[in-house]
Every structure is written in structure tokens, then in C-alpha cells.
């Protein structure tokens, strides 16, 4: 069966770095738009981050200029690379293969705080 299964989540304070990793099993990778979504309590679940299948990458404006997704298609293997973190940044961050009527893994939480 599809798995995407999260990793990277952690405690970090405001200003700092992390690097979630998200990796795919069950799926043929090359095919799928890969993106990042995080939600935060009591608010929806929005967009981070996308890359297609050739790379090309889209942000949310929140986010753009801090933080940088990419992916390895050997390793089957998305990345989310999250600079200068803000406490607001604090969610749980979900992996997905093919938007938002595809496979989602079961999210791991970031929180920034000091």
C-alpha cells in the first residue's frame, strides 16, 4: 500500500533551522507532484511547498525566501529544508503525493519556541 511517512520534526527556537524528510513507498515517485501542507490548531491545512515531477517549485507566501523544497527521485525521497524559523511556523507538517485528492502521510509536528 502507499506510505509517506514523515521525519524531522522538532522543537527548535525562533530563528533556527530544520529539515523534514518524507519518504515514499508504494507509489511510482516520478509520477507525482510532491508537496508539503502544514496545519496549525484551529486553522486550516494550507500549502508550504510543491515540486513537480521536473522540479519546478511553488511556495506560500509565508514561506518564500526561508525555506526550500526539493527532491531526490532515486531515494524516493521529498525534502523541506526550513530556515529562520518564526513561531509561527509551529504546525504539523504533512507530506503529500498528488495534491489535495491524493496520499498524505500522517504528519509530524514542528513547534518553534523559545
Known amino acids: 500500500q502507499v506510505q509517506l511517512v514523515e521525519s524531522g520534526g522538532d522543537l527548535v527556537q525562533p530563528g533556527g533551522s530544520l529539515r523534514l524528510s518524507c519518504a515514499a513507498s508504494?507509489?511510482?515517485?516520478?509520477?507525482?507532484?510532491m508537496g508539503w501542507y502544514r496545519q496549525a490548531p484551529g486553522k486550516q491545512r494550507e500549502l508550504v511547498a510543491a515540486?513537480?515531477?521536473?522540479?519546478?517549485?511553488n511556495y506560500g507566501d509565508s514561506v518564500k525566501g526561508r525555506f526550500t523544497i526539493s527532491r531526490d527521485n532515486a531515494k524516493k525521497a521529498v525534502y523541506l529544508q526550513m530556515n529562520s524559523l518564526k513561531p509561527e511556523d509551529t504546525a504539523v507538517y504533512y507530506c503529500?503525493?498528488?495534491?489535495?485528492?491524493?496520499?498524505w502521510g500522517q504528519g509530524t509536528q514542528v513547534t518553534v519556541s523559545s
Open positions: 515540486i513537480t515531477r521536473d522540479g519546478r517549485t
Open positions: 503529500n503525493a498528488g495534491s489535495s485528492h491524493g496520499y
Open positions: 508504494g507509489i511510482i515517485f516520478t509520477v507525482y507532484a
